[in-house]
Nanobody
């Protein structure tokens, strides 16, 4: 089993940057594909990005391509989401997730963090 804890959210101005972290417990972290999702007020949760267990494959939603970067550190059991050129539309609660199959669908992920709020002011 994997427990996930996100951190790094906060208030940032448009055009700014934020780096989110997702710390995973358990020795099996390296076996899981990891994803980031987000949920804006009044909207459904949506896929943001994902990285394979090996780190060799990454996927991004069109809305964040070229601005967001996902990475993982096996020594620290942590997945990072570097977010640059932030827009007010990026305001949401960001969740990390772990699963056995890299995918854009929520149902593919078995474990979820509690989420961290990112607010981008205009």
């Amino acid at each position: 089993q994997v427990q996930l804890v996100e951190s790094g959210g906060g208030l940032v101005q448009a055009g700014g940057s934020v780096r989110l972290s997702c710390a995973a417990s358990g020795r099996t972290f390296r076996r899981y594909d990891m994803g980031w999702f987000r949920q804006a007020p009044g909207k459904e949760r949506e896929f943001v990005t994902a990285i394979s267990w090996s780190g060799s494959s990454t996927y991004y939603a069109d809305s964040v391509k070229g601005r967001f970067t996902i990475s993982r550190d096996y020594a620290e059991n942590t997945v990072f989401l570097q977010m640059n050129s932030l827009k007010p539309a990026d305001t949401a609660v960001y969740y990390c997730a772990a699963g056995s199959h890299i995918a854009t669908r929520e149902r593919a992920y078995d474990y979820w963090g509690q989420g961290t709020q990112v607010t981008v002011s205009s």
